[in-house]
């Protein structure tokens, strides 16, 4: 029996609409690898932290975006990220590497890198993938598969986030998220925005299993297709 031929899914959205969860269980529902992008930029910055880089200026960024040596593992039942052979899953979701990670993003040297990356993890995915980030259907992936945009209501993403992390002040993390939001939307290169193809879909009043099962039946009718 021929074996399927290999889906290519982009999931890309701000911060809290729910990309993660809903790539991942995807991802395991149809048998497919998942990656995280905002994981390996997330590791970038915190290897640009680690070694005292000043992420104010960009050329100092540039120079040295090279080094770091970032591998992901793609199983979504559990996803991996290293950084010269150590595991920063914990370390890459701390504030400071938070709060750092849009100015770091946005150089240009980095972004080549890390989409070389996304686009070859891509490439070796034997059944497909599920690639969630900021701009996989615009840059990285534009002949996915699938595209798909996600939104929510401010308040919802900060109270998801909020959730997330004890303590957390909702009204900090609704500001928080929106400096994030109009940082990555506005710059220069490969910002934040939504595929002209992409299919929109809004979870502010949606549960998590009500998203995921919308997108499953949305790959199912893209591989029926093919
Ligand atoms: N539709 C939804 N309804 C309620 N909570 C959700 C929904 N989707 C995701 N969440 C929760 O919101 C939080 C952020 O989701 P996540 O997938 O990490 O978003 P993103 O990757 O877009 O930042 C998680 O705690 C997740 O369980
Ligand atoms: N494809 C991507 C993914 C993330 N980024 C940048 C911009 C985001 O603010 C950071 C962190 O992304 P991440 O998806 O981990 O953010 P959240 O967990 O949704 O808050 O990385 C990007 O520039 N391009």
Do not use: H
């Not at 609409?17 to 395991?28: E, L």
């Not at 910055?45 to 200026?57: K, Q």
């Amino acid at each position: 029996m021929e074996s399927a031929p290999a889906v290519i899914v982009a999931i890309d959205g701000p911060s809290g609409t729910g990309k993660s969860s809903t790539s991942k269980a995807v991802a395991a529902r149809l048998g497919l690898s998942y990656l995280d992008t905002g994981a390996q930029y997330r590791a970038i910055t915190w290897w640009m932290v680690t070694n005292g880089v000043d992420v104010t200026d960009p050329s100092e960024i540039a120079a040295v975006a090279g080094k770091p040596d970032i591998v992901s593992g793609t199983d979504p039942a559990g996803p991996t990220i290293t950084v010269d052979g150590v595991d920063v899953a914990g370390p890459i979701r701390t504030q400071e590497v938070t709060a750092k990670v849009s100015a770091v993003s946005a150089v240009p040297e980095v972004r080549a890198r890390i989409t070389e990356l996304q686009r070859s993890i891509a490439a070796d995915a034997r059944t497909g993938i599920v690639v969630e980030g900021r701009d996989i259907g615009t840059t990285v992936l534009p002949d996915a598969d699938l595209k798909i945009f996600l939104t929510a209501s401010p308040e919802a993403r900060a109270a998801r986030r909020s959730g997330e992390l004890k303590n957390a002040d909702v009204d900090a993390t609704r500001e928080a998220l929106i400096k994030r939001d109009a940082a990555d939307s506005s710059r220069k290169t490969s910002p934040l925005a939504k595929a002209d193809d992409a299919v929109e879909v809004d979870t502010t009043d949606l549960t998590l299993a009500q998203v995921v099962e919308c997108v499953v039946g949305l790959v199912e009718e893209k591989r029926a297709a093919k």
